[in-house]
Structures are given as structure tokens and as C-alpha cells.
T-cell receptor, first 111, second 114 residues
Framework: KNQVEQSPQSLIILEGKNCTLQ??????????LRWYKQDTGRGPVSLTI?????NTKSNGRYTATLDADTKQSSLHITASQLSDSASYIC??????????FGTGTRLQVFP | EAGVVQSPRYKIIEKKQPVAFWCNPI?????LYWYRQNLGQGPELLIR????????DSQLPKDRFSAERLKGVDSTLKIQPAELGDSAVYLC????????????FGPGTRLLVL
């Protein structure tokens, strides 16, 4: 069964600290993996996308890694800001027509 | 460029009442998706349109849910009658031709059924 699992479910950190979110998937075949940020009351917005051959991708303070052998990905946030408070959703695509969503990690950044 | 537009943003209804959500995708995007997102969960696909054709509605509860995209642009998702368990955020997304994996999401409609 195609599944995407994320951990932790929720996370609280202080402003300026770093954090890492985890994503494990059992999706096959594999086309690409995305990390989305979803602010409260908004739709998800794509942060990064990685294909099978890519093992790291950065977008500002966000850095995603991908290990296609172990089917794991991580999203590292550097020097967190209050505006980073959101849900982060790992999404794996088995083909061009479908997306498998994880349940997300809810991050709260406190001053 | 305008993003995906959805209305209303919030809706509160009593159970057994009908409700409809509207979506206007990004101009030029031929693929349109409706998702349901429960609290603390990721979005779940309800239906996908390629132009005006529904190409994947396998997860749409057809006894009470219906959708249409008559001219291949705007779309409407309807629930009739609504049940308490339908309370969720309904997200619309669109993607450009030949890039179905690149979906742009609207802000969603938050539905509360009392």
C-alpha cells in the first residue's frame, strides 16, 4: 500500500533554532517527492521537489534531502523564524497523475 | 498572476442542508483537483478533471457528493445532504498541461456542519 509517514506529528522550537522533519514512504513506483508548507487557513505551497537522482535541494533556509534507497526524506529548517510556524507536508508522486500526501508535521516557532 | 480562487472561504450549515463550493483555477491550467482535508491530516483527493472530463472520481462519495466543470474552467463541488462528518477543509488545486505533479492550491473552504 502506498503510504507516506511523517514525524514528529508536532514540534515546538524557539526562534533562531534549527529543526529537522522526517518523512518515510512506501510508494512505488517513485517519480518525485515534494515538501509543502501549509499556513493555517491557507492551501499548501510547494517548497522543494526532488526526483530519484537528486539527494538534496535547498530553498532559502529550507533544505530537503532524499535517500531513495531507504525511502526516507528530511526537511531541515535553519535559523527558524516565527513565520515558519505552519504544517509541513511530505508528498510523494508515484506517477505524473497522482500525489500521496503525508499527514504533516505541525511546527510552532516561539519567540 | 492570480492564484487558484475559492469561495466561500468559510461555511457553516446544519446537517442535512446542501452546500456548494466554487473554484476558479489558474488561467491555462487544464487539470483541476478537489481535495478534502480533515483536521491534522493531509489532503485526500476527491476528484480530478482533465478539462471538462472527470478522469478520477473513485474517491468521491457519489451518494451525496457531486462535481461539475462544464466549460473546462471553473468547477463546483456540491454536498447534498451534508453530514456532521463532512466538516473539513475543501481544497481546490490546478496544474498546467503535462505537469500534473505540479499542483497549485487554493486557500480552501472551511466547512462546519452542525
Amino acid at each position: 500500500k502506498n503510504q507516506v509517514e511523517q514525524s514528529p506529528q508536532s514540534l515546538i522550537i524557539l526562534e533562531g533554532k534549527n529543526c529537522t522533519l522526517q518523512c518515510n514512504y512506501t510508494v512505488s513506483p517513485f517519480s518525485n517527492l515534494r515538501w509543502y508548507k501549509q499556513d493555517t487557513g491557507r492551501g499548501p505551497v510547494s517548497l522543494t521537489i526532488m526526483t530519484f537522482s537528486e539527494n538534496t535541494k535547498s530553498n532559502g533556509r529550507y533544505t530537503a534531502t532524499l535517500d531513495a534507497d531507504t525511502k526516507q526524506s528530511s526537511l531541515h529548517i535553519t535559523a527558524s523564524q516565527l513565520s515558519d510556524s505552519a504544517s509541513y507536508i511530505c508528498v510523494v508522486s508515484p506517477n505524473t497523475d497522482k500525489l500521496i500526501f503525508g499527514t504533516g508535521t505541525r511546527l510552532q516557532v516561539f519567540p | 498572476e492570480a492564484g487558484v480562487v475559492q469561495s466561500p472561504r468559510y461555511k457553516i450549515i446544519e446537517k442535512k442542508q446542501p452546500v456548494a463550493f466554487w473554484c476558479n483555477p489558474i488561467s491555462g491550467h487544464n487539470t483541476l483537483y478537489w481535495y478534502r482535508q480533515n483536521l491534522g491530516q493531509g489532503p485526500e483527493l476527491l476528484i480530478r478533471y482533465e478539462n471538462e472530463e472527470a478522469v478520477d472520481d473513485s474517491q468521491l462519495p457519489k451518494d451525496r457528493f457531486s462535481a461539475e466543470r462544464l466549460k473546462g474552467v471553473d468547477s463546483t463541488l456540491k454536498i447534498q445532504p451534508a453530514e456532521l462528518g463532512d466538516s473539513a477543509v475543501y481544497l481546490c488545486a490546478s496544474s498546467p498541461p503535462h505537469r500534473a505533479g505540479t499542483q497549485y492550491f487554493g486557500p480552501g473552504t472551511r466547512l462546519l456542519v452542525l
